[in-house]
């Protein structure tokens, strides 16, 4: 019996141990929970500006620091309260509409806190503002080379960047030092002409780089091409239209024979001449002396002090000219074309060996005349005539320009 006493009163104490936990909990939630005294830290809260349109449209004034101000707050009320409530929810201000003029201010910051959430402290109770008058010139771009080696025959060219000019904005205390902008570019050593990208670099009126974060450039690189070039020495031809001179039957001297050039040395290394203008040779009815232009390749230039035409002689050689009456004339593309020729002899003049040219009459001529395109055309007018000659393989041909009269319509 005694010992069912003792179960008994053991049973007894549970209920009672039981409500005092629960009561300790209840204790505990009220306490960390609903104590209305609960603090506790909010990090980072953004500082809102108010004024900003208006000291920009008034005053031309912008805030270049202080606007990314954060705030750390200590924040008293329940704590189930302030856990309901994001950064967000903290609206901490600085109204800078009052400012009229630029340097650095200290502006008083307004606190707006949640519903149930008082502000204990604060890590800070002002911003500092940087405030100028924004504006924005245009400087040139200047590229510098920091090193550079090149072979002992080769030239630096003069560096050329893709991009002349930049805008540089922000205080204008600060852009009215600036001076230039400058890209430095490490080639190394160089064997041709290359292109490099580099960033470009403000420097103020004294010649020393500016590194401000104030200043904002409207682009931050740019691409430069350094140009190496190499001398060298090229022959000068002379080519010719119809391919009838040769070793045979002409002589062509060229004063001066050689051209220095410069260029990129790749380029230079697939070419060893140079060419004139072509010349006609049907158009030369004896020995002439012509000055020809030089045509310049891409990437080439005359080197300084040469000359960029030369002299040209052709002397004709074993060669004479003979005139032949030619009557016979053919027409093509007359097709619909109401014509009649006007002219009925043409003395045609031909250059080729002597003792051929004795062989040689009117049937070895052909003589053409095209209507091809004067369709809609009225009245006598003059019309090139084209020559070929036949057996052209024993070196003769037709120097000259000819044309007849046609009667159209």
């Known amino acids: 019996m005694a010992k069912n006493k003792s179960l008994l009163k053991r049973f007894s104490i549970l209920p009672k141990l ?227 001179f040769n070793d045979s039957n002409s002589k062509i001297t060229i004063s001066p024979a050689t051209i220095a050039v410069k260029g990129d040395p790749v380029v230079l290394d697939r070419i060893n001449e140079i060419s004139t203008a072509t010349i006609d040779e049907t158009k030369m009815l004896g020995d002439s002396t012509l000055i020809l232009g030089l045509i310049v390749p891409n990437n080439i230039s005359i080197a300084s002090g040469e000359t960029s035409s030369v002299s040209v002689t052709v002397n004709h050689i074993g060669t004479s000219t003979r005139n032949i009456a030619v009557d016979d004339i053919n027409v093509i593309g007359a097709k619909d074309i109401d014509y009649s020729l006007q002219t009925a002899v043409v003395n045609i003049t031909l250059r080729g060996p002597s003792d051929v040219l004795e062989l040689m009459d009117e049937k070895n001529i052909v003589a053409t005349v095209d209507l091809t395109g004067y369709e809609d055309t009225e009245g006598v007018i003059s019309v090139p005539l084209s020559v070929a000659i036949k057996d052209s393989e024993y070196g003769v041909y037709a120097v000259g320009e000819y044309s007849v009269q046609v009667k159209l319509g």
């Open 18 to 244: 039981f409500c005092v936990l629960v009561a300790f909990v209840i204790w505990l939630y009220v306490a960390a929970v609903e104590n209305p005294d609960h603090e506790e830290t909010i990090y980072q809260v953004p500082v809102n500006l108010v004024g900003v349109s208006s000291i920009e449209s008034n005053y031309n004034l912008s805030v270049f620091s202080g606007y990314d101000t954060t705030v750390d707050l200590t924040v008293k009320g329940q704590l189930s309260t302030i856990k309901k409530y994001s950064v967000d929810d903290y609206n901490i201000t600085a109204d800078i509409s009052h400012i009229t003029d630029g340097g650095r201010h200290t502006v008083k910051l307004f606190f707006d806190m949640p519903t149930g959430v008082v502000l204990s402290s604060s890590s800070i109770t002002s911003a500092e503002l940087y405030i100028d008058e924004r504006t924005t010139v245009t400087i040139d771009v200047y590229p510098r080379l920091k090193s550079i080696t090149v072979p002992d025959n080769y030239e630096l060219g003069e560096l050329v960047s893709d991009t002349e000019t930049v805008v540089v904005s922000g205080p204008k205390i600060l852009v009215d030092d600036v001076s230039h902008a400058a890209v430095y570019l490490d080639a190394g050593r160089l064997e041709s002409s290359i292109s490099m990208v580099g960033k470009l670099s403000l420097v103020n009126k004294a010649g020393e780089d500016i590194t401000n974060p104030f200043l904002k450039l409207s682009k931050n690189e740019v691409k430069v091409s350094i140009p190496l070039y190499e001398y060298k020495e090229l022959t000068v031809v002379v080519p010719t239209k119809h391919g009838y």
